[in-house]
């Protein structure tokens, strides 16, 4: 890093952070109490605070990993800095643990668009530091910035293991992962994606090498006719069937493969991936999250994916391949017609958006979501479109993980998006300046208007005493 990015860096981090206690500040002042599920997270907190480690909300669902954090961060400064009381491990204490996983955040992702993008010469310091900020900006992500929740750390802790997988420290990245599981269970699928990182190296290496035999010139490793996938698959299992190639890919990512085989013992013990209360987190094949989650990668990144000269290029595809569009339409529709859930908290809770979302788009007719096919087509299609910088093999892995990570939630939450949607933005070839600059802008002003809403416009329930607040 050049001393002038350097110091851009250095300013652009400490003007966000400011910017973030602000806004810390006025959230807390306004809702000093536990709100939405924080009601479970602090008091759970709070009690390992007292060194009441066995005692356990049955309501809480994910592993404890943010309390022991917290812990291990409040008591420390407690001691150092003489706190005693109800300050220690209060509310706004437990909060403050999250604006500090945000500004870790910032940093992380700049250190993954170094390293992603490090070939790039066209790719100034000023363009790098504009991308962290965007993506620490990211509005489903910086609203739990303010509030106790578990989605910081683990977006922390995951992005932490897949920087030291790029860098080749994989041990290191395998224990990163088992923090990142620790705070959402889930995670564990993207340690999944960090030893497919090396084993898509591979396969890239040796699919170059196979073209090089045959001088087939034809065939590219990143996309390709039907006939040229076909080609692919063959040779991907060819590749995977061989014991030496075993052995090699074993021996890169067996720390991967220890952590993996833990996940699958805890799921053994646990009796499921869900520890707590399961009855409202039941696992199912919920196909259209995979078009839910789509539609929301092409509103939040609008200004690379939804483009006159992209809708151009996708006309023209439909023009020159109706068959493959005919047969993908129909499978798209077949897949919302048997596997379209709709969760209980979806149509009971007013205080997310994802309800009147479901309500104002899917609930006006039985039609919607069969008629917004097209639209999910383009989506997949752009957003595919945008990876093809990618070698086959990356793109084929982080499909399989985002399947993994989506399609098995019946519950249609957007902080669900927040790990599949940074691991895509991060590896998408550079926007220009005017993109980066329009996608922050419109950052700012839905991180603004959520805020707004959460603090300014409460309302109450008929049977409820307390001051409700619209959220994601």
Known sequence: MERSEAYGFSGAISGAFLLSCLLFAAVSRRQRGPYMDEVFHVPQAQ????????????????????????????KPAAWLLGWTGNVVCSVGMLRFINLLFSAGNFYLLYLLVFKIHQKNKAVSGFQRILSALILAM???????????????????????????????????????????????????????????????????????????????????????????????????????????????????????????????GFVYINGGIVVGDRSSHEACLHFPQLFYFL?????????????PTK???????????????????????????????????????????????????????????????????????????????????????????????????KLLEFRYFILPFLIYRLNIPFPSLYRQFLELAFYIVVNAVTLYLFLNRTFQWENSDEIQRFMW
């Open 295 to 307: 539609s929301f990668t092409v509103f939040f990144s609008f200004p690379h994916l939804l483009t």
């Open 138 to 264: 990211f509005p489903t992500l910086y609203f739990f910035t303010f509030l106790y929740y578990t989605d910081p750390g683990s977006v922390f802790f995951t992005l932490f293991a897949y920087l030291m997988c790029l860098y080749g420290n994989h041990k290191t990245s395998a224990l990163l992962g088992f923090c990142g599981f620790m705070f959402r269970q889930t995670n564990i699928v993207w340690t999944v994606f960090c030893a497919g990182n090396v084993v898509a190296e591979k396969l890239n290496e040796a699919w170059k090498t196979e073209l090089q035999k045959k001088k087939d010139e034809k065939i590219s490793s990143k996309k390709g006719s039907f006939s040229d996938f076909t080609r692919i698959l063959q040779f991907l299992i060819k590749y995977l069937i061989s014991p030496k190639n075993l052995v090699t890919l074993t021996a890169l990512t067996w720390p991967y493969i220890i952590l993996v085989t833990v996940f699958f």
């Open 47 to 74: 009690a390992y605070c007292h060194g009441r480690f066995l005692q356990w909300d049955p309501m809480i669902t994910t592993l404890p990993g943010l309390y022991l954090v917290s812990v291990g961060v409040v």
């Open 311 to 409: 809708i151009r290029r996708f006309l023209l595809s439909l023009q020159k391949h109706p068959v493959q569009y005919s047969l993908i339409t129909a499978i798209s529709l077949f897949l919302i017609w048997k596997f379209t859930y709709v969760h209980k908290y979806l149509l009971a809770d007013n205080r997310h958006y994802t309800f009147y979302v479901w309500r104002k788009v899917f609930q006006r007719h039985e039609l919607v979501k069969y008629v917004l096919v097209p639209f999910y087509i383009f989506a997949g299609w752009t957003f595919t479109d945008t990876l093809k910088s990618k070698s086959i093999f990356w793109i084929l892995m982080y499909f399989v993980c985002l399947l993994a990570v989506t399609v098995p939630q």
